[in-house]
């Protein structure tokens, strides 16, 4: 079964543009993730998407957001880009109805905002 | 084997020795218990996980410990291989956030051959 995968694997952008970051789930999950990781805050909760719908929000601005598509695929969307918003974004699926079962990360799309 | 508690940065161990990889949890209502591995480059991989109502928990040459009583979680490595060589973090939720994680910051298991 193929892994979590996301697109692109890097993105070099300058501040104020908008980028939009793409992530298909494990098939069968329905649940998908996104998180931060800076060497600075470490792994840092975005969002949670579950049956198109965002069940959970971390505390980020509202430049930051996501949609989810009926097959579960996943993109989050970063407007005004700012210096600090580069980082490595990941998404993770998971079988997740309502109990906790793994998150299963892809490898991630490493931002760089110049 | 060595422990370590997550605020020191690097863990080093001989190859073929245990490792044991410590972590002081946050919540108390926390319930649900994650190690992930990290290599460079690549994404968190799952390693192990448990749940509130157990205190133990085996995998493949892993074990993971649970303490509630002092919100304590360890991850032991047996025989370490340079193969483990990784950042390691250990995560938590709860039963109302679902798939929302608060990650520790992460210790490097570095194995000397």
């Known amino acids: 079964k193929a892994g979590v995968t996301q697109t692109p694997r890097y993105l070099i952008k300058t501040r104020g543009q908008q980028v939009t970051l793409s992530c298909s789930p494990i098939s069968g999950h329905r649940s998908v993730s996104w998180y931060q990781q800076t060497p600075g805050q470490g792994l840092q909760f975005l969002f949670e998407?579950?049956?198109?719908?965002?069940?959970n929000k971390g505390n980020f601005p509202g430049r930051f957001s996501g949609r989810q598509f009926s097959n579960s695929r996943s993109e989050m969307n970063v407007s005004t880009l700012e210096l600090g918003d580069s980082a490595l974004y990941l998404c993770?699926?998971?079988?997740?109805?309502?109990?906790?079962?793994?998150?299963?990360f892809g490898n991630g799309t490493r931002l760089t905002v110049t | 084997g060595e422990s370590v508690g997550l605020h020191l940065p690097t863990l080093s161990v001989q190859e073929g020795d245990n490792s044991i990889i410590n972590c002081a949890y946050s919540?108390?209502?926390?319930?649900?218990f994650i190690w992930y591995k990290q290599e460079s480059g690549k994404g968190p991989q799952f390693i192990i996980d448990?749940?509130?109502?157990?205190d133990k928990r085996q995998g493949q040459r892993v074990t993971v410990l649970l303490n509630k009583t002092v919100k304590h979680l360890s991850l032991q490595i047996a025989a370490t291989q340079p193969g483990d060589s990784a950042v390691y973090f250990c995560?938590?939720?709860?039963?109302?956030?679902?798939?929302?994680?608060?990650f520790g910051k992460g210790i490097t298991l570095s194995v000397r051959p």
């Open positions: 919540n108390s209502a926390s319930d649900y």
């Open positions: 993770a699926s998971s079988l997740a109805g309502q109990e906790n079962s793994p998150l299963h």
């Open positions: 998407y579950f049956s198109e719908t965002q069940r």
């Open positions: 995560a938590e939720n709860w039963a109302g956030a679902n798939s929302k994680l608060t």
């Open positions: 448990i749940r509130s109502n157990m």
